[in-house]
């Protein structure tokens, strides 16, 4: 649900990133999907250190699955990875594999730096523009953007390789908020990633992300609003070796 398609937005621009202080290797983040009382999946998001062609990377892991009664229906398990630069969030490599129900899908990507392409086991390869991230990668990614240089109202750029094609996604920057979590109050930055109107969602603006407004940018809130079904919420429900200490509001 995460990725629905985005639209042309106007005045766009490729946010400006600073020095990593957002993430270390050994994070681990667990978030609940919840559907009003209905605990309906969790998504967990970790990170690690390896050799990758012989150069120290991150490596992503993100693991989204329902759970309960959820998990009996649907029978989701979605697992995302990706072998990325420590200094510039570029990725060398991507792992998609998708279980939904009785649907399956595989797929390994490869980055080639040097001559701006990737390479698909599925589709073969294909151009693509030089900052070019996957799905796992562009999550950290935005976690290092200088918010101080962005204005509320602005449109950012992150070009994604998702599903064999070019995925430009766009994200509305909303300001600032101070929110409820279960560990307090914490002043945010709220973003909303532009989102098509049609059988999801009603308006562009269904989908919004709370990021922590401190040296972690930590992401601590996802609500989606979706036709039929109503706000799905996802929310961080327990943190470990983040590289700096959360702030709270009084």
């Known amino acids: 649900m995460f990725l ?10 490729t946010p400006p990133v600073k020095p990593n202080t957002a993430f270390i290797a050994g994070e681990h983040l667990t978030y609940q999907i919840r559907y009003g009382l209905i605990v309906a999946g969790i998504t967990t ?3 690690t250190e390896e050799v990758y062609q012989e150069k120290t990377v991150f490596h992503a892991l993100t693991i989204g699955q329902t759970t309960g009664l959820a998990d009996k229906l649907y ?8 072998w990325f630069d420590k200094n510039t969030n570029l ?21 080639n730096r040097e001559n701006n392409t990737v390479n698909s086991k599925l589709s073969g390869i ?3 523009p030089a900052d070019i991230l996957d799905l796992a990668s562009s999550f950290y990614y935005i976690r290092r953007i200088d918010f101080s240089k962005v204005t509320e109202g602005d449109v950012l750029l992150v070009n994604m390789f998702f599903s064999d094609g070019i995925f430009p996604f766009h ?9 409820r979590t279960k560990f307090g109050k914490i002043r945010c930055i709220k973003i909303c990633p532009v989102v098509e ?4 969602f009603k308006t562009q603006n269904d989908l919004t992300i709370w990021f922590t407004d401190d040296d972690n940018c930590l992401p601590v809130l996802v609500k989606m609003d979706i036709r039929i079904v109503g706000s799905v919420l996802l ?12 702030i709270f509001q009084k």
Request: hydrophobic residues 35%.
């Open 4 to 13: 629905a398609l985005p639209v042309c937005a106007q005045e766009t621009f």
């Open 45 to 47: 998001l970790s990170l």
């Open 75 to 82: 029978g989701v398990k979605d697992i995302y990875e990706s």
């Open 91 to 111: 990725p060398f490599k991507q792992i998609r594999n998708i279980s939904e129900g009785r649907y399956k899908k595989y797929n390994e990507v490869t980055y």
């Open 126 to 128: 294909h151009s693509v």
């Open 171 to 179: 994200l509305v920057f909303k300001g600032k908020e101070t929110i």
């Open 197 to 200: 109107v049609g059988r999801m």
């Open 235 to 246: 929310k961080l429900i327990h943190y470990e070796n983040i590289a700096n200490t959360l």
